[in-house]
């Protein structure tokens, strides 16, 4: 079991309480002061911590987690989403200004489980707490985020692809942490590349996701139409949660069909930073 880094947790353990005291009190919209009062800070000091992990002030994350919000992504992206369902949109799709560039594992390779595949990882601060990356020869391989054990990722991604060999290697990692959480690198002529591996259909739903403009979203009937399976709202639901490449196969911009942020592997708090965050990015571009 690999705990994480103290200093790490005590800073996300601030962030998550300012992220769910803002969501709940979005209404009153709560000055600095207040929002530094709840959780025992200065507020200079909060306002610094906060903007080093999310990239937005407090004030501006306030603007961006409201259901109202959410609402509106959905209404903005009709369009989007209708347009990219009648011309059959797939392949490599763009996330911002991070082109991202797929491939899927064969179904006789992912039914082998991950035999003679060696998955190198390594655990990382991002501004959306300790996430741990999977990479392989052939790309990103998956993208987990860890509140208070690297071991629990472990043990799922040892479960998803048990006869592959797991290397600990935070040098291999730390490039691919350092692309897909830096706005800074996002860059059309270096693609990331990612592999996709699972069943045909859950490859079939993680594409579909690559296609959700980045600061908009979805519902899981748009996913489902998207596919071809509009009925099959349930089962897209269930591969949505075992997207294995979390932030990168963007299944945090999936929602309930009126806007409900609805249920999220990695919790309610992280899917409204990472749509916050998206959206004060889209606003600043």
């Known amino acids: 079991m690999l705990p994480l880094p103290d200093a790490a947790a005590r800073d996300y353990d601030v962030v998550r309480r300012v992220i769910g005291f ?6 009153a919209q709560p000055s600095l002061d207040t929002i530094a009062g709840h959780v025992g800070m200065e507020p200079m000091a909060l306002q610094r911590l906060f903007t080093r992990w999310a990239g937005l002030t407090p004030k501006t994350f306030l603007q961006a987690v409201t259901l109202d919000h959410a609402k509106r992504l959905l209404d903005e992206s009709a369009s989007v989403l209708d347009a990219a369902i009648e011309t059959g949109l797939s392949g490599p799709a763009r996330l911002h200004d991070l082109f991202v560039t797929h491939e899927a594992m064969t179904p006789g390779a992912y039914k082998a489980r991950g035999a003679g595949l060696t998955v190198r990882w390594g655990a990382h601060q991002t ?138 592997r990695w919790g309610l708090t992280r899917k409204r930073a990472m749509l916050g965050w998206e959206t004060g990015l889209a606003a600043r571009s």
């Not at 990692?173 to 690198?185: E, I, L, Q």
């Not at 979203?217 to 490449?245: L, W």
């Open 127 to 264: 501004p959306f707490g300790t996430a741990v990356v999977f990479v392989t020869e052939r790309g990103l391989a998956g993208v987990a985020f860890a509140d208070r054990d690297v071991g629990e990722v472990l043990d799922d991604y040892h479960c998803r692809w048990p006869e592959a060999a797991f290397v600990e290697d935070a040098a291999a990692t730390a490039p691919v942490a350092a692309r897909v959480f830096d706005p800074a690198r996002w860059a059309a002529d270096r693609p990331l590349r990612i592999v996709l591996i699972g069943t045909d259909f859950e490859v079939r739903v993680w594409e579909r996701l690559l296609t959700i403009p980045f600061g908009r979203a979805a519902t899981y009937s748009d996913v489902a139409a998207g596919i071809g399976r509009p009925s099959a709202s349930r089962a897209v639901g269930a591969a949505v949660g075992r997207n294995p490449i979390s932030f990168v196969v963007p299944c945090h911009r999936v929602l309930g069909k009126g806007g409900d942020l609805t249920g999220y």
């Open 22 to 27: 803002i969501s709940g009190n979005a209404k």
